[in-house]
């Protein structure tokens, strides 16, 4: 029981109202929402190139060995972004951590090509965001 104001009166609040309203579950929204919004823009604009050249990102030891263009690739990963994005929003118990192992994978990748290490920090920061939004995800969403 919780007492609110001058009034004398008593406010009952359930464990779920208290839980909305927490700390936690609030950084697990905001965490869901990012994690939603960037990767499906992130993948949408694999196909539309309006926020920068993607195939930049593909280091030369990738491209030679790839049976396609990398253009192609590009298309690819942006298939797998929206649906990564489309999955935090639906399942983000299982979808955090598919995010956060392509992200490992990205950072990889960024480390394979000279001048792109400061991306690749951002991306291990991004990486340990889908790792909280996973351990939050245990405690706000059912099974």
Request: hydrophobic share 60%.
């Amino acid at each position: 029981m919780t007492y609110y104001g001058d009034f004398d009166k008593f406010l009952i609040m359930n464990t779920t109202e208290i839980a909305a309203s927490s700390p936690a579950r609030q950084a697990f929204r905001i965490l869901q929402f990012g994690f939603t919004v960037a990767p499906i823009l992130a993948g949408l604009d694999k196909f539309l190139h309006l926020l920068v050249n993607w195939d930049q990102y593909v280091p030369g030891v990738v491209a030679g060995i790839l049976p396609f263009p990398v253009h192609t690739l590009m298309f690819v990963v942006g298939v797998i972004e929206i649906v990564a994005g489309i999955g935090v929003a639906l399942k983000p118990r299982i979808f955090a951590y598919i995010v956060a192992a392509w992200l490992a994978v990205i950072i990889i990748n960024l480390l394979l090509i000279p001048g792109y290490f400061d991306v690749a920090l951002r991306d291990f920061g991004l990486l340990l965001g889908a790792l909280a939004l996973g351990q939050l995800s245990q405690q706000f969403v059912k099974a």
